[in-house]
Every structure is written in structure tokens, then in C-alpha cells.
């Protein structure tokens, strides 16, 4: 691609890393029916651009408690769950988020970035610590990774004041980063802060009306062969 060579690679999280399959796994076994996770995850988002939006530093935990007590709070009587049943899972819920795997091209990925002598962080609206979890569980924690989060601030991504401080804690422009991620809505909020944006659609489909991402991927070990 032309322009300026590419310097940092920030790395969402949820999904585009981890994998969410197991959660769902779990939250089937605790009662809650198919879907559940995919739905969990989409209220978090909802109420986290929400709160972004109105200027609310409102963290990720705290409104993937309250998703989840929505879920099992809209089961059919036959399958409602007791008051002790949820306060369970929600006491759960962060171990269960904290140990998702990876997908199985995040590690030898996330090496060929380190080999190409880019730096690399994870920018995630949750927690820091589920990334660094996800970093030592892959023995990648000593490789000088950074962790960051806009989890408890004002701007959550999409919004172009997350992605410019990301790069201003960095030390890197924005036009030498490139943002990895499976959600369009990220990588349009990346383009919009001149970041280059790089989908991974990990099955889904690129919304109409949204201009093309700077570049596609099938796996995040192709990166380093198109930037």
C-alpha cells in the first residue's frame, strides 16, 4: 500500500482475538438459551456507544452485568432462572470472559507482527486483563505487548478520540497504525482517525454503505503480506 510505512498494530479484542464459542457454551449450560453470548455481547456494545455518546465513563463490566441479568431475565417461565441462579453466573461471568481462547492464528499472527519490527497493542472497549490473560495463556506476555483499554473512560471506540489517544500512549501517527479487527464499526471508526483499517471478518459480511476497508484478511498471519 502507499503512504506512510506502517510503524504499530492495534489489536481488538473481543472476537477478533478471542474466541467466543465457549462462552456461549458456558452460558447454555447455566440455562440461557442459543444466541446468548452474540446477544450478550451486542448490549454491552449498545449501551457502551450510548454512554460513550453521552459523555458517561460507564465501564465494560459493568454493563455486561447488567446484559446478562436482562438475558435471564426475559427467559419463558419454564426456564426462568432463580434469583441465586443469576447472581451466580454474574459472579462468574468475568472468570468466564477472562478465559476465552484464541483463534488459532492469533499467536503465529501476532509473531510475524513482532518479527516485522512493528509494534503491537490490543485496544479493547472491555478489560486490560482479559488481554493480558489471553497474551500469557499464548506465552506472548514477555514480548513487550502492550495492554490498553478505553474500558471506564469516556470514548469508546468507535469514537476517533480512542484510537488518537492509543497512538498518542504509543508514541506512534496515526497514518504508521494500522487497526485489526472484525467489526466494521471499528474499523470505520479507525479509518475516521486516519488509522489504516484492517478487516478480519471472522464470518461476517461488510455492511452496505460503508466505505471498503483499507485492507482484508483471512488470517492475521496475511497481515504482514499487505501492509
Known sequence: MTGAPITTVLLDVNETLTDLGPLEGWMREHGLPAGSASAWLSAVLRDGFAASLAGLPIGFGALGGTALRDIAANLDDERRLDDAAIEAMLEDLPAAVGALPA?????????????????????????????????????LAH????????????????HSESYLGACDRLGSMPDQTALVACHPWDILGAQRA????VWIPRGRHWPAGYPAPDRTIATLTDIVDVL
Request: proline residues 4%; glycine residues 16%.
Open 194 to 197: 486516519s488509522l489504516v483499517g
Open 143 to 158: 514480548e513487550g505487548i502492550a495492554t490498553l483499554s478505553v474500558d471506564g473512560t469516556r470514548t469508546w471506540k468507535p
Open 103 to 139: 483463534h488459532q492464528d492469533v499467536e503465529p499472527g501476532i509473531r510475524r507482527m513482532i518479527d516485522a519490527g512493528w509494534g503491537v497493542s490490543t485496544l479493547t472497549n472491555g478489560s486490560s486483563r482479559v488481554a493480558q490473560g489471553l497474551l500469557e495463556r499464548l506465552g
